[in-house]
């Protein structure tokens, strides 16, 4: 494993990347869940990676935040505008300290706190205060204990959780549950937010409030990376989409482009213009012969 790059001279002005995936590869012994990737990011963009499943999402986001090592390509990011790091070879809580936060497929709260000391334990991470000023409650702890509070509440109400924050998080409905997740990974202070699958098991009205939210996030200024099967809500809320079938990368474009991509359309519904041509050639089958109609008991005794 290489060791963490230190800073390196940023993009060309004008671009304004903040994220920038390079021939990235990913082999599992004989079995390739990566091949030769790449994308990039604009600050503030919301960008959607879909693909049917087995693509390859959720080993890109892994490979993102420091859960795998690629064995070939580079991830740079840009925290700020000038700033470049480089993630591969950073563990998972130092790529968050970068600036990078997540959230699952499968949500992962802390079950037995509430909602309020879920988010909570986002923000203190980014505090200074050790565990000998904790136990002291020495001046600086209790002030970064009621800021901690302050933006704990701010952003519960943020994601539209405000009136739920001391309410343990095992108790909250589904969709409050991604929404919490949501504002956990937010009190991390990220300038790239990924979400996986964040409308995974919500119903409709959950839906439509997810979309509310990822724009509100983006307008603040936080880009969202997004992994999604929904494709109402792709096409409601990315600006640009990166489509991977079988490791690769086979479209990428903005969602009216992707709709309309022959490779995409096969890749979700298979087959593509061999299936067309096939059922163009297929005889076609004789009518089926009309069942003579039953007589009715006048008729019969005609």
């Not at 390079?22 to 963009?45: A, H, I, K, P, W």
Request: net charge neutral; glycine share 8%.
């Amino acid at each position: 494993m290489s060791a963490p790059a230190v800073e390196r001279p940023a993009a060309p002005a004008g671009t304004d990347k903040v994220l920038e995936v390079s021939g990235l590869t990913l082999r599992f012994g004989g079995l390739t869940s990566l091949d030769n990737v790449s994308l990039s990011q604009t600050r503030g963009e919301v960008l959607s990676v879909i693909g049917p499943n087995g693509a390859g999402k959720t080993s890109l986001f892994n490979c993102l935040t420091g859960v795998y090592t690629p064995q070939e390509g580079d991830v740079r990011f840009f925290p700020e505008p000038g700033v470049v790091k480089s993630v591969l070879g950073r563990k998972p809580y130092q790529v968050n300290h970068l600036g990078i936060a997540r959230t699952f497929q499968n949500i992962r709260l802390f079950n037995a706190l509430t909602a309020l000391e879920n988010v909570k334990i986002g923000i203190e991470s980014r505090q200074r205060t050790g565990p000998i000023g904790a136990m002291l409650h020495m001046p600086w702890n209790r002030r970064e204990e009621r800021e901690s509070d302050e933006e704990a509440y701010r952003l519960l109400t943020f994601v539209g959780l405000g009136k739920r924050a001391n309410e343990v998080s095992s108790s909250l409905p589904y969709g409050d549950q991604r929404r919490l997740e949501i504002a956990r990974a937010l009190g991390t202070q990220p300038r790239l937010l990924l979400l996986d699958e964040p409308a995974a098991g919500t119903n409709p009205a959950e839906k439509r409030q997810l979309e509310v939210l990822i724009r509100d996030i983006a307008e603040t200024g936080v880009s969202v990376l997004l992994i999604e099967h929904d494709m109402k809500l792709v096409m409601s809320v990315a600006t640009n989409v990166v489509v991977l079938n079988f490791g690769q990368v086979i479209a990428a474009g903005t969602p009216q482009q992707i709709q309309r991509d022959p490779k995409v359309v096969e890749a979700y519904l298979g087959g593509g213009d061999d299936v067309d041509k096939a059922a163009a050639n297929k005889p076609a089958k004789a009518p089926a012969k009309k069942a003579p109609a039953k007589k009715t008991p006048a008729e019969e005794t005609d």
